[in-house]
């Protein structure tokens, strides 16, 4: 006899949203409420990273899964993270401070669920504008100089490269090979995916300020530092031939300031390096299939 009730509906995308978390006991209730409103059929996971002030039970109590992280730094979060998801179609990553809307998601994840996209990145649109309480007038200029050394050593990246709203695909999680420990983790993202050949789109989002009670844990020199030799490491990696068009350049220019030839005779060598570089890089690229 056929049988006629009504089929099993098909479950949708495993989608989660995933909150590094170090001491955001002012922010951490309200954010899980925000998100699990927002996104309802996620699951909204807290890694939390040796909070001292009760983040955790918070968070655990607001209906959020929470998982330990011992390793100190937001690196060893996020690689806790794509180990942790990465069985899902989709993760979500924001901060815990409550700077990130779950209502400017739909952008960023549609195109990884629909397979249009390997990761998605927000770029901060500071509410009140640059120079506002969001986003104050030297951590712009900082990003900015940032964008500036990943763009010359490394490629175009992202327009925002250290956005910490992101969506993961599910491909893009096991592409990634990362090592970072802190906070240079956003740029060696950002290499990841230009290494890795991964398709990445962006969309704009409000960045809004803190939630009262909530600090910045990012200290501008020590970290500030971490993320210039990532993107050293990562020019040296990816596109080698850049620094040394660089010091080519450098040295040419001491040339002609000096009137010597040795500067001249080493800027040859290090352009004749970087041409050679260039395409045994490139080569070694096309063979693996990697990106150009």
């Not at 175009?156 to 096991?174: K, N, Q």
């Not at 993107?231 to 068009?245: F, M, S």
């Not at 040419?252 to 040859?268: C, H, M, R």
């Amino acid at each position: 006899m056929e049988d006629l009730s009504d089929p099993a509906p098909t479950p949708g995308p495993a989608v989660a949203v995933a909150i590094p978390c170090f001491n955001e006991a002012a922010a951490i209730g309200a954010v899980v409420d925000e998100w699990r409103g927002g996104l309802p059929g996620a699951e909204v996971v807290v890694f939390d990273n040796n909070s001292t002030d009760g983040s955790g039970p918070i968070a655990s109590g607001r209906g959020a899964r929470v998982v330990p992280v011992p390793e100190q730094g937001k690196g060893h979060v996020v690689r806790r993270m794509f180990a942790e998801l990465a069985d899902r179609d989709a993760v979500v990553m924001i901060d815990g401070d409550g700077t990130y809307p779950a209502s400017a998601v739909g952008p960023l994840l549609s195109p990884v669920l629909e397979g249009r996209a390997d990761l998605a990145v927000g770029v901060r649109r500071p509410e009140g504008g640059p120079g506002s309480k969001a986003m104050s007038p030297i951590r712009g200029v900082g990003n900015a100089f940032i964008g500036l050394a990943f763009r010359v050593l490394v490629g175009p990246g992202t327009s925002d490269l250290l956005s910490g709203y992101r969506v993961f695909g599910r491909s893009a999680m096991r592409a990634m090979r990362l090592s970072s420990s802190g906070f240079e983790i956003e740029t060696e993202l950002a290499g990841e995916a230009i290494g890795r050949g991964l398709r990445v789109v962006e969309a704009p989002v409000p960045y809004r300020p803190r939630i009262p009670g909530s600090s910045s844990k990012l200290r501008a020199l020590r970290d500030g530092c971490r993320i210039l030799e990532m993107i050293l490491r990562l020019g040296v990696r990816l596109r080698p031939w850049r620094l040394l068009l660089l010091l080519s350049a450098g040295l040419a220019v001491a040339g002609v300031a000096s009137g010597s030839d040795a500067p001249w005779i080493a800027a040859v060598l290090f352009f004749l390096a970087a041409v050679l570089s260039a395409a045994v890089t490139l080569a070694r690229r096309e063979a693996i299939g990697g990106a150009p």
